[in-house]
């Protein structure tokens, strides 16, 4: 793909993740570098990732995450190959979070490629809110089994 061919930034993460409306946890890609991009996500008030006080529960900090970086990688394919976009969230290391995040607040995810060999990836990541606070940082693992334009992205 070319990259004129790429869509306009800042973009619907809908069509660049497999992942459905309850599971999405980014809403728009907003910008993509070489090693950096960054994507933005409301949180819906009726969340199911929302505790009693409405709160944004820590493991969904680790898949905004996952989230931000799969949209990375579908920007960068085509339609077809979006189809069959897929992989594997394979590991967590050092998720420190620094706040919380509540329904109705609007974050910011970047992820910053670190590395990949082969078919992983690892990749750190920050969530801040609107205001720049700083809510979680982390890295994860990803797996992404035979997928050339992942190995692109990646390094």
Known sequence: MTADAFPPLPTDATGLIPHGPSMRMIDR?????????????TI?????????????????YIEMIAQAFAATHGYHLTAEQREKHRGLLIGVK????????????????????????????????????????LVAAGQIKVWRPGDEPAKEVMT
């Open 44 to 60: 819906p008030a009726d969340s199911a990732f929302l505790d009693s006080a409405g709160r944004l529960e820590e493991s969904a």
């Open 29 to 41: 890609l907003l910008e993509v570098e070489d090693k950096r991009s960054r994507c933005e996500f």
């Open 94 to 133: 050092n998720l420190v979070v620094h706040g919380n995040a509540h329904g109705g607040d609007r974050v910011s995810i970047t992820v910053y490629k670190v590395v990949g060999f082969g078919d992983f990836g690892v990749v750190d990541g920050e969530i801040h809110l609107a205001d720049g606070t």
